[in-house]
């Protein structure tokens, strides 16, 4: 049965700073991965969609990472920013499922100014 | 690109009223359609999905049905609302390549 895993469950920075987020899963078969950040009250926004077939993804000031072999995603954000103040998620399709998601519970992320 | 449009964002209803929740999917077609339920400060409960037109599938035994008339129209239903039924419902959707969610609704049953 696939797990998803995020460790921290919560990460405090100071503003500036590089940092990555950890999304652990215990079954490599999978279709895609996709990180998504909430802010509190809202709804959830893609932030990027990881495909069995490759290795990272890349939007603005973020990098996410895939290794199936070892089970891990990384979510990598530059030069954090206080509005990038939120709860981040990660979920995984598994391969031989059409409507599976497997969530994370997220790493809740505050920049501090 | 996918858009999920969700409605109302906030709703007070007493309890024993009925609910009708609708969302609609923009931008694909024959997604796969999901409605969540996340209590304050708490993860994601799945509720429902759909593959397909009239193919619902339940996720958790509660007051609440789901229905899908339409390709791009998913359904959030109660007869009765409990005061358990409060919280933050969200619809979401897609398939192959990511899912998109909509922007929520804050339910408060009183």
């Known amino acids: 049965k696939q797990e998803v895993t995020q460790i921290p469950a919560a990460l405090s920075v100071p503003e500036g700073e590089n940092l990555v987020l950890n999304c652990s899963f215990t079954?490599?078969?999978?279709?895609?991965l996709q990180w998504f950040r909430q802010d509190p009250g809202k709804g959830l926004t893609s932030l990027l969609l990881?495909?069995?077939s490759q290795r990272e993804q890349t939007s603005g000031r973020l990098n996410a990472s895939l290794d199936k072999s070892s089970g891990r995603s990384t979510l990598y954000i530059a030069a954090s920013q206080p509005g990038d103040s939120a709860t981040y998620l990660c979920a995984v399709r598994p391969w031989d499922s059409n409507y599976q998601l497997i969530w994370g519970a997220g790493t809740k992320l505050i920049i501090k100014p | 690109s996918q858009t999920i449009h969700q409605w109302p964002a906030t709703l007070v209803q007493p309890v024993g009223s009925p609910l009708s929740l609708e969302c609609t999917v923009e931008?694909?077609?024959?997604?796969?359609l999901y409605w969540y339920r996340q209590a304050a400060g708490r993860g994601l409960q799945l509720l429902f999905y759909s593959v397909g037109i009239g193919q619902i599938s339940s996720e958790v035994p509660q007051n609440l049905s789901a229905s899908r008339p339409q390709d791009r129209q998913f359904i959030l239903s109660s007869k009765k609302l409990l005061l358990s039924d409060s919280g933050f419902y969200l619809c979401a959707g897609g398939r192959d390549f990511g899912y998109t969610f909509g922007s929520g609704t804050r339910l408060t049953v009183v």
């Open positions: 990881i495909q069995s």
């Open positions: 931008g694909t077609s024959n997604p796969n």
């Open positions: 079954d490599s078969a999978i279709y895609n």
